[in-house]
C-alpha cells in the first residue's frame, strides 16, 4: 500500500460504468479505496487508461503517461535526436548506444526519450502509484505500431533502486541515470501539473547520496544526475564536469570511456 502523507488521500473512481470492474481491480493492487470523500487525489480509470486528478476548486489536469501523443510524440519527432543534451549527456555517439539503468523513472519522460535514440533502458520506480501510470503507459503504447519498437527496448522495474542496485545480477548496466527529486521550497517550481501532484505523493529524494554512492558501485561506464540547474550537486564524489542548459544540467561521473 502506497504512503499517504498528510492531506494526500487518495480514492480509485471509474470515468464510466464499463470500466467498474477494473477499476474495483486497482483499487485492491493499490489498496485505496472506492470512495473516499475526504480524498485529495483520484485514480481515475477510463478510456485513456490510468491517471491521477488532484480535486479540488483549483486543481490542475489530470497526469498520465503517454508515450504515443502529446509531448512524447512532439519530442520525439522533432527533439534534436543524437544532440540533445540527455542523449551527450549518457554517451551516445556514433555507434555507441549504451544500456542505461533509470533509477528514478518518474513518469518515463527521459527513458522514452533514450529509447527512441536507441538504448537499452530498464527503469526503476519506487512510489507505486507512479510506477502503475508507467506500467498502463507502456501497456498501451505495446498496441501502437510506430511506438512500440520504442517500449520495447524499455523494462521497468518497481521498488527501492537502492536496494534494487545493491542486490543487481548478472552484466551491470553501462550508465546509471539519476534525477532525484530536489527539495525546492519556492512555490514558482511547482508551477508544472506534474510537479503538484507528485510533491505530496514522492516528497524529496532525501537518499540521494545514498542512490548515488550505489549507482557509483554498480555502473561500469559512467554515472550521470540530471540537477536543477543552480542547485548543489550531491553529497558525495565531485563529477568530472558538467553539461549546462537553460534550467538543468547534467554531472557526470565517469568510471572510463564508452566505445563503438
Known sequence: MVEQEQGTGIRVEALSAEFTA???????????PLEHDEAAFAVQIGADGLQIQQLGPQAPGPVRVDFVEGQAAHRR?????????????????????????DCTAGLGKDAFVLASLGCQMTLIERQPLIAALLEDGLARA???????????????????AIEHMR?????????IYLDPMFPHRDKSALVK?????????????????????????????????????KAP????????????????????????????
Open 22 to 32: 477494473l477499476a474495483a481491480q486497482w483499487a485492491e493492487r493499490l489498496g485505496f
Open 77 to 101: 519527432q522533432f527533439g534534436g535526436g543524437n544532440g540533445q543534451m540527455i542523449a551527450k549527456a549518457v554517451g551516445i555517439a556514433q555507434g555507441v548506444r549504451p544500456q542505461v539503468l
Open 142 to 160: 505495446r498496441a501502437d505500431d510506430e511506438v512500440a519498437p520504442i517500449v520495447g527496448r524499455m523494462r521497468l522495474l518497481t521498488g527501492n
Open 167 to 175: 542486490a543487481w545480477q548478472g552484466e551491470p548496466p553501462q550508465v
Open 193 to 229: 501539473k506534474e510537479m503538484r501532484v507528485f510533491r505530496p505523493l514522492v516528497g524529496d529524494d532525501l537518499d540521494a547520496p545514498a542512490l548515488l554512492e550505489a549507482a557509483l558501485a554498480l555502473a561500469s561506464h559512467r554515472v550521470v544526475v540530471k540537477r536543477p540547474r
Open 233 to 260: 550537486i550531491i553529497e558525495g564524489p565531485k563529477p568530472s564536469h558538467s553539461l549546462e542548459g537553460k534550467s538543468s544540467r547534467y554531472d557526470i561521473y565517469p568510471k572510463k570511456a564508452l566505445k563503438a
